[in-house]
């Protein structure tokens, strides 16, 4: 009668350990303290610090939510894989108001941002929200992922630093009307740091700006199948040094090839005149197309009264190299609030709403140009708009991203 005492004893405090270990290695809560800090699974939400580990990869599993007070930090030469183990549910990060992600790679040593199924679509991509001006009413948002607020009053608000960061296989399509960009910002200040990110195969947009001020620098967009580029609700930030690049598969045989805008930009699509009125200012840009002849024509495009200050910029490959389109934006470079200087494209400018700006007489502009690159973009014209009287902007004085004798992409993107 002991020995079979003390074996039921045994058997039961056995079950009752496996229950508690199984409880602490499920919680939402990563950031308790009590959880082992090797722990290789971002799950639920963080509220405090946390360290990923030079060279691990962790696995991303449902929605990880940094909220106001977390900082999710993390080390060169990580690697976070979206898994979709929870019942179908779509992988992504999100960064809420108040919080920040401190994300430092190396050129030598990238962060990769992944899934586990490596196809367009796989996960839900990264979502930054801040307290930066945005010109939806009221002054704030809810961000298309997650429902977290977006928007204020803090043009220096401060999200944290993403350097040296590839973003692979998003777009995951949350509903019909809801897909996810490579990397999201929305409100975000210029108190945050972007620089050396890429976007690779995403379903839908590579980098998109709703509103805010965040400025960014070298970024490059690789075969993202809606827009490059796209901005909306007042973003009023800079950028120098872009590259998109869409696929450069043979267009099928209507004409038609994958991918839409290299750059899309509105200010607010339901009121053209809402304010702060996204004008970015942007230099050394290159944009390369999928040689669409049929339904994804045009290069640039700029509409819904946003306006531009676009400089030293190459654009190829699409039948319609810059199109504007609404009074409000075509206005604005009558009225010298936008500015497209220095762009050289193989093709020409059009002007959707009719009226005659004769943009490609600009200064240093040209239409109709034999523009050449190797390795798919690499490759600069001489002749360009000196910025650097602005501490944000590089001095140079050519048009386009990467030159040759100093590819700043090589090492750590994918072609």
């Not at 930030?237 to 750059?263: E, H, R, Y």
């Not at 005659?356 to 708009?385: C, H, M, P, R, W």
Request: hydrophobic letters at 30%; glycine letters at 14%; charged letters at 20%.
């Amino acid at each position: 009668m002991m020995k079979n005492y003390l074996t039921k004893f045994t058997y039961y405090a056995l079950v009752v350990l496996v229950a508690v270990g199984l409880s602490t290695s499920c919680s939402d809560d990563d950031d308790n303290t009590d959880i082992d800090p090797g722990e290789l699974v971002l799950k639920g939400e963080l509220t405090n610090e946390k360290t990923l580990e030079a060279g691990k990869t962790y696995e991303l599993v449902g929605g990880y939510e940094v909220k106001s007070g977390g900082n999710l930090i993390i080390q060169e030469g990580v690697t976070i894989k979206a898994t979709r183990t929870i019942g179908g549910q779509p992988d992504y990060i999100l960064v809420e108001q108040g919080g920040k992600i401190t994300a430092n790679g190396t050129k030598d040593k990238p962060i990769v941002m992944t899934s586990t199924k490596q196809e367009p679509g796989a996960w839900g991509g990264l979502h930054i929200c801040g307290k930066a001006p945005i010109n939806l009413s009221g002054g704030t948002g809810i961000s298309e992922i997650g429902d977290a607020p977006f928007g204020g009053t803090i043009p220096n608000d401060n999200s944290g630093v993403l350097r040296y960061v590839r973003l692979e296989y998003t777009g995951f399509a949350f509903s019909e009307t809801k897909e996810s960009n490579g990397l999201t910002m929305y409100g975000v200040g210029n108190g945050t740091t972007i620089e050396y990110v890429q976007t690779y195969k995403g379903a839908d947009d590579g980098f998109e700006w709703f509103g805010g001020t965040v400025n960014a620098k070298y970024l490059v967009s690789t075969h993202s199948e809606d827009d490059s580029f796209d901005w909306t609700d007042g973003w009023v930030g800079k950028g120098q040094f872009w590259v998109a690049i869409q696929d450069q598969t043979a267009p099928s045989g209507d004409g038609t090839a994958n991918g839409d805008c290299l750059i899309e930009a509105d200010n607010r699509e339901d009121n053209f005149g809402n304010t702060p009125v996204s004008s970015p200012t942007l230099a050394n840009i290159t944009l390369v197309g999928n040689k669409d002849t049929n339904k994804q024509k045009r290069g640039i495009r700029l509409r819904a009264g946003t306006h531009v200050k676009l400089h030293n910029t190459l654009v190829v490959g699409k039948p319609n190299s810059v199109t504007t389109a609404t009074a409000e934006t075509e206005q604005s470079f009558v009225d010298g609030n936008s500015v497209i200087e220095y762009l050289y494209a193989d093709n020409g400018f059009t002007y959707e709403n009719g009226t005659a700006l004769a943009l490609d007489t600009k200064e240093g502009n040209g239409v109709n140009q034999t523009i050449s690159f190797t390795n798919g973009y690499v490759g600069v014209i001489d002749g360009g708009k000196d910025l650097s009287s602005d501490s944000f902007f590089t001095k140079v004085t050519y048009k386009g991203a990467v030159p040759a004798d100093n590819d700043w992409t090589a090492g750590w993107t994918k072609k």
